[in-house]
């Protein structure tokens, strides 16, 4: 009766046979076990105090029973000891540099039986086994999306030093699904975080009533098994999307069960695939991560007659909550007093906006998110620009500018050109010749059109600066000097004097060609 259990439908068979008057020989023959398991098993249906037609009646777990009464040692003395000190003994386990031994060896020094060491184990396996009891959860549709970051990172590869660069893996589930979205990010900071998540809600096409994530510094500022304090800028993200926040308890990987296991299959799925391929950015690493999310989403499940996809499609989708028209940003707000040369430093970018130059000297209110930054006085908006991280430059609006920066900074040839014509054609003529020089740095030929410009105002009564501008063209010298000295001279009414070819005086010192042949030859 010690060694392994028969089955009762053999047994059953072993009764039957006795009833019907076989031998023992007979019966082991035909069952196939030795004749003193025989014996022993006819010896307990005489202990049973029970007829054989009863004993065929019963179902074979209850027949199993009343001939395997189970483990005598859970009925001994020495495990009710055990059991009452197992708490203890669990407590001191989780200590640094108790072992089971040293526990063993303090129970096995108190007076009285106690049981082996592998005894001692055994039970206390048990025991650690039946406190750690798992309940199967029950998930709604568009109920949950549960959110994690993997523990693995995967590597992005710099093209100029070829140095690996550590990216964080983000990982969400819809858990009535299984549906999952995973994508590669710069680090587990709140922008970053926030970022996925707002991408994540417009890959599902929806929004779920409760967000669940762990209690990493993003999400939660302050953890608590009640009362967590969660992040003001992912509640403000919750608030955008309808959605609540619920933290998870520190500690406890249960509580969000299914992306914990989500992230195992990210481990095969995704990053054993892509382990041999080489990225050179985010969003080429991301590319390839979403083509296997794809996969992973349409593949068949194992226990299971369809996908995941099919499922979020069929049951889940509909049910999420719609979102809004514009994506959730991350906002900053700071002050500012805006420069002499009416622009702001954003001092994480270190770049230049400008403000409507009435507002010089003023502090203004900038709240910034990742593409916009916004400028407020007083509550009212002043302007908007789109964002830009390139450390050092101006974003300048030219309606900012007062009128002569506005004038300065649009200077070009077609500028100048424009305000000639309304003079006359032929300072317009002047000017396009200005322009046609070659070799001239073009602050200099603008110098030269301010100057002439300020001389056409100067002489804005008379037709003087357009004869001395016909005069400049004629004797093709186009610079402001020349003109300027024609218009101070009062040079423009004389008429220029007439060249006549005069023949050289005769003289005796003439050498003809003759005189060159006969010194070179």
């Known amino acids: 009766m010690a060694g392994k259990i028969k089955l009762m439908s053999t047994i ?15 019966i082991s023959r035909h069952t196939g076990m030795s004749k003193n398991t025989v014996k022993s098993y006819l010896h307990k249906v005489g202990t049973l105090q029970c007829c054989v037609d009863d004993l065929l009646k019963l179902d074979d777990p209850i027949l199993e029973s009343r001939f395997h009464v189970g483990n005598p040692s859970y009925s001994d003395d020495r495990h009710e000891v055990l059991l009452e000190r197992m708490p203890y003994f669990i407590a001191e386990l989780k200590k640094k540099g108790v072992t089971r031994h040293l526990l063993w060896e ?8 106690h049981y ?17 009891a798992t309940m199967v959860l029950h998930h709604e549709a568009a109920d949950k999306l549960m959110i994690d970051f993997s523990g693995k990172k995967m590597h992005i590869t710099d093209r100029d030093t070829g140095a690996l660069i550590p990216c964080q893996m983000y990982i969400a589930v819809l858990p009535f699904s299984n549906y999952c979205y995973a994508e590669a990010c710069g680090s587990q ?5 926030i970022h996925c998540t707002a991408n994540c809600l417009r890959a599902l096409g929806g929004a779920p009533r409760v967000l669940v994530t762990d209690n990493l510094r993003s999400a939660v500022t302050r953890a608590d098994k009640y009362e967590p304090e969660v992040n003001t800028t992912f509640e403000q993200l919750g608030n955008h999307y309808g959605c609540t926040i619920f933290p998870t308890r520190a500690y406890k990987p249960k509580d969000k069960a299914a992306v914990e296991n989500m992230v195992k299959i990210a481990y095969t799925h995704i990053m054993a695939r892509l382990r041999h391929r080489q990225f050179f950015s985010l969003p080429e690493l991301n590319e390839a991560i979403a083509q296997q999310v794809f996969l992973l989403n349409q593949r068949r499940m194992q226990t299971k007659g369809y996908s995941r996809e099919e499922q979020f499609n069929a049951a889940e989708r509909p049910m999420l909550k719609p979102l809004p028209d514009q994506a959730f940003e991350i906002q900053y707000t700071k002050t500012y007093k805006v420069a002499n040369n009416n622009h702001f430093c954003l001092t994480p970018d270190k770049h230049y ?8 000297g003023q502090k203004v209110v900038v709240i ?4 916009a930054v916004r400028v407020y006085h007083k509550g009212t908006l002043l302007c908007m ?6 450390m050092g430059k101006y974003t300048t609006e030219a309606d900012h500018l007062c009128s002569h920066h506005r004038a300065y900074s649009q200077r070009s040839p077609r500028y100048y050109k424009q305000k000639a014509l309304k003079i006359s054609a032929t300072v317009h003529r002047l000017f396009e010749l200005i322009f046609e020089q070659s070799g001239k740095y073009p602050e200099q030929l603008y110098k030269t059109c301010d100057g002439l410009l300020h001389l056409a105002r100067v002489y804005k009564n008379s037709n003087h600066f357009d004869k001395a501008c ?31 070819d005069r023949p050289l005086p005769k003289h005796n010192n003439i050498r003809g060609k003759d005189y060159f042949q006969s010194t070179l030859f």
């Open 12 to 26: 059953k068979q072993l009764l039957l046979l006795n009833r019907d008057g076989y031998g023992i020989k007979y």
């Open 470 to 500: 016909t005069i400049s063209i004629e004797q093709r010298m186009y610079n402001y000097g020349f003109i300027k000295r024609i218009l101070e001279n009062n040079m423009t009414d004389a008429t220029p004097s007439s060249t006549v």
């Open 353 to 360: 906006y400008s403000v409507p130059h009435t507002h010089i």
């Open 368 to 371: 910034y998110t990742r593409s």
């Open 116 to 132: 082996s060491y592998s005894q001692f184990c055994y039970h206390l396996q048990q025991y650690s086994r039946s406190k750690q």
């Open 106 to 113: 303090e129970y096995a020094s108190h007076k009285g039986s």
């Open 189 to 193: 900071n709140s922008a970053d975080f």
């Open 385 to 390: 620009h789109l964002r830009d991280t390139t």
